[in-house]
């Protein structure tokens, strides 16, 4: 399974590319096409019998990709490009329902390749560790 999200997210990346930088020769586009720091994203919710996957493609030269990309770029440009590293929101209160969400993310920041893949016990622990990064609905 990991190998189609890698999968889909080559794809992905390889359109946004093309679209991106307009037109170029029908090939795909190395990751390096990318302009300026980019982070593939996904959210895997469930557990390995019944699972859902959803990505979104986060640009920051300008913040685009979800709904809350200036925001996540900021939390990610205060943190180094380290997502692990992104300070815990304290005033977050989650409930301690176990819905597993996997967040992973992998991409380029500051010229340096980022992977970044943690399961959390639900989306509110999720999102008050990694702030508007994974926020990618409204």
Do not use: K
């Not at 990751?31 to 979104?56: F, I, M």
């Not at 390749?113 to 990694?130: D, I, K, L, R």
């Amino acid at each position: 399974m990991t190998r189609n999200i890698h999968a889909v997210g080559n794809a992905l990346l390889a359109t946004v590319a093309l679209l991106t930088l307009g037109a170029t020769p029908a090939r795909a586009a190395p990751h390096e096409a990318l302009p300026g720091n980019w982070l593939y994203l996904t959210l895997t919710t469930g557990d390995a019998h019944s699972s859902s996957t959803r990505g979104a493609l986060l640009l920051c030269d300008p913040p685009q990709g979800h709904a809350h990309a200036a925001e996540a770029c900021a939390e990610i440009a205060t943190a180094g490009g380290d997502i692990s590293r992104i300070p815990p929101r304290p005033d977050t209160i989650c409930s301690m329902i176990y819905a597993p969400v996997t967040a992973s993310a992998h991409g380029e920041w500051e010229g340096r390749q980022v992977t970044y893949s943690h399961t959390f016990s639900n989306s509110c622990v999720m999102g008050a560790e990694t702030g508007a990064v994974f926020a990618l609905s409204d």
